[in-house]
């Protein structure tokens, strides 16, 4: 299933925005010798690599089921983006973890700081830029939830994770900003790598969130509660139901959903009645939420229904 055209525009937006402020900043950095513009440069760079890591789950995720994966390709794109949370933190925050402490303990005045700040200004329209792209796609996606509530329960991790990457970028070039301003006004050269940190920390956090959300993505989560009241006010109004006990969904990718009704059927319905019934419930649901690319229905007692959901709590 094609993936959404916003979700695809933010990973584009941000993928040629940040290649060409890494290799800005790495040229300043070059240029200058400043400890918070080359951690900038391995920030950028590293958000680059993400995007393409994006673009390719993207495109992963777009695969047509078949035997080897009858409900589809959706969680490639959970793990590439567990991937990228990977990366920001290993790679990002690590390097410039390791290059602020360097410059710390040797400490090296920045040189050609006109360059530096022409650099980070450049930057921060372009971040800026690729940041009110990933915002108004979330807010377009997030309804009339609150931006953290929208966060939590995304299924799309393409777009709260490059909103995320530019936050933290934008973050990242603040503090650059301020460390060579403050190490030229008050030379004082070990401010440089004290951004350094600054910058580390800030990408530590974003890998933290990223993991945090793309974890549980990965593992299983249930989609929307709207999904599943939409099958019990479906399965209720149905004449071969007698009841229906309750709904279990599973989120298989950014547009791919699984459920499980457990019902009660009438005593002397017939099996083509039943699967008549189902049909019924599946293409009543899916007119309102086409994601929805498999319903099972479990015949149980509202008994035995219940007592597995209390199983379920204490485990849980």
């Known amino acids: 299933m094609a993936a959404p055209t916003g979700s695809r525009l933010v990973v584009y937006a941000a993928l040629f925005g940040n290649l060409a402020i890494a290799i800005a900043k790495f040229v300043a950095a070059g240029i200058s010798g400043s400890s918070a513009m080359l951690s900038e440069g391995v920030h950028s760079l590293v958000d680059t690599l993400n995007e393409v890591l994006l673009l390719y789950g993207l495109h992963r995720a777009e695969k047509s089921p078949d035997t080897l994966h009858p409900f589809g390709y959706g969680r490639e794109l959970y793990f590439w983006s567990f991937i990228v949370a990977l990366l920001v933190f290993a790679a990002g925050a690590g390097v410039s973890a390791y290059e602020g402490i360097q410059h710390i303990r040797h400490p090296q005045p920045a040189t050609n700081h006109a360059l530096s700040y022409t650099v980070l200004g450049i930057s921060l329209l372009f971040e800026g830029s690729s940041w ?3 915002l108004r796609e979330f807010r377009r996606s ?20 490059v909103l995320l990457e530019d936050s933290a970028a934008l973050l990242g070039l603040g503090f650059a900003l301020a460390g060579l301003l403050a190490a030229q006004l008050l030379d004082m050269p070990v401010l440089d790598g004290v951004a350094s940190l600054c910058i580390a ?7 933290f969130l990223l993991a945090r959300e793309t974890k549980g993505l990965l593992v299983g989560e249930p989609a929307h509660p709207a999904v599943a009241q939409r099958i019990m006010a479906v399965a209720v109004t149905d004449p071969d139901l007698l009841r229906a006990n309750g709904v279990t969904t599973m989120q298989m990718g950014p547009e791919q959903v699984v459920a499980m009704l457990s019902a009660e059927f009438e005593d002397d319905r017939r099996t083509p009645q039943i699967e008549a019934c189902i049909t019924r419930i599946e293409t009543a649901v899916k007119g ?5 690319v498999a319903l099972f229905v479990k015949p149980q007692t509202p008994e035995v229904f219940a007592a597995r959901r209390a199983a379920l709590k204490r485990h849980s």
Do not use: C, N
């Open 132 to 134: 009110y792209i990933a």
């Open 142 to 161: 997030k309804g009339s939830m609150g931006y953290f509530e929208a966060f939590r329960r995304s299924k799309d991790p393409s777009t709260f994770t």
């Open 201 to 207: 920390a800030v990408l530590a956090v974003t890998a």
């Open 288 to 292: 309102e939420f086409p994601e929805l």
